[in-house]
DNA sequence: ATTACTATCTTGACACTGTCAACATAAGTT
DNA sequence: AACTTATGTTGACAGTGTCAAGATAGTAAT
């Protein structure tokens, strides 16, 4: 439903009745609607981490392209599920503090995933040394963010721009990266 | 009233009441909620566009600085009028085709504008001259976004970042380029 | 086996929303 | 003076999230 008629159209009511059951039944499960989409904004990390483990696990790629599919990877998975995106990081949900104890507890590891991912990549000369890793990740995933609220929201860029842009942005972010660590 | 409740607690009705009129008094000046909300917008763009403007008038800065002043403008901008500037950029009104031709007519020099900016920015060395105009625009304005709705929506960044996260990018954008044309 | 409890579902009701239709009134134009 | 337009009004409708009170069935405890 959420993929049907995006996170405005959905409603608990119509919800319920799709379901073949009365409109209060929901309550008996979730506490509020906001406690529901909390819960699917919840599976939503656990598949994307799922998701980034596995193109990091790829042990057939140089680490300049592993980036590179990360990269790409996370712009997919927004377009391919931007209501579920939009609800994950969203202000919806984020704004003014509505995120469930449970959702916290499983989104801010994946946050300190990429800091920690960021770190490795300073640390293995793909990214600038010199800049603060808070910061630097801060940028770097503000950068992934934005190009896929653009396209979500579809302002500005399209998915037929995908692969050019993430090529354009790694390559940016990776300016200073000597290919030879490649080769080892 | 935007600034007070935010753009999902902003009702026509409660409006309505405020400025001690009826409840459907506001549809003889608007056909739609829809837009009187692109209506906002549009003037939001306005006000951003005249601020963006006397940002690239200063003479006084070198051509990194004034970039760096762009930037930081931008995202100022956004944490300064975070409801406005979700109104401008937001899902409400470009999911969807939802944009009025009145918008849209402001908007899109907006964006065409960032693009020609980005153009000059290369000819003049600051950015990469390698890299697709359109391409690096979407990323760079990408970046910009993402850092924005990061913090308007607090996730993963606040305030009290902002300095340092654009010096960061700035500097990530900017690499290549050679300190010396400052000078002249 | 009876009792108590808990999980689940139900209908009724309330306040709120955007929006339409029908009607009123005043201002300005012909 | 008559007509048109801009602006306002109340009434009504369908939709929403949510609470309260009651129903039913399954499970655990005595």
Redesign the pocket.
């Known amino acids: 439903m959420l993929k049907e008629t995006g996170i405005e159209g959905l ?4 919800l319920a009745e799709k379901t073949g ?5 929901p ?3 979730f506490k ?3 406690q529901l989409l909390c819960a699917i904004a919840e599976q939503g990390f656990k598949h994307w981490q799922h998701n980034a483990e596995k193109i990091f696990n790829q042990t057939d790629l140089s680490l300049k392209e592993k980036y590179h599919q990360f990269f790409l990877g996370y712009i997919r998975y927004a377009a391919d599920n931007p209501e579920l995106y939009d609800l994950m990081f969203g202000r919806t949900i984020w704004k003014q503090n509505k995120a469930t104890q449970n959702l916290r507890d499983v989104a801010y590891p994946s946050f300190n995933y990429q800091v920690q991912m960021t770190q490795d990549w300073q640390q293995q000369g793909l990214l600038p040394k010199g800049e603060n890793t808070l910061r630097l990740s801060q940028v770097t995933w503000g950068t992934m963010h934005g190009i896929a609220r653009l396209l979500i929201d579809g302002i500005y860029a399209d998915q037929t721009h995908i692969d050019e842009m993430c090529e354009c942005a790694v390559n940016l972010f990776t300016q200073g990266f000597s290919e030879v660590t490649d080769a080892i």
Chains 1, 2 share one sequence.
Not at 21 to 25: E, G
């Open positions: 409603s608990l009511r119509k059951v009365s409109r209060t039944a309550y008996h499960h509020d609607k906001n």
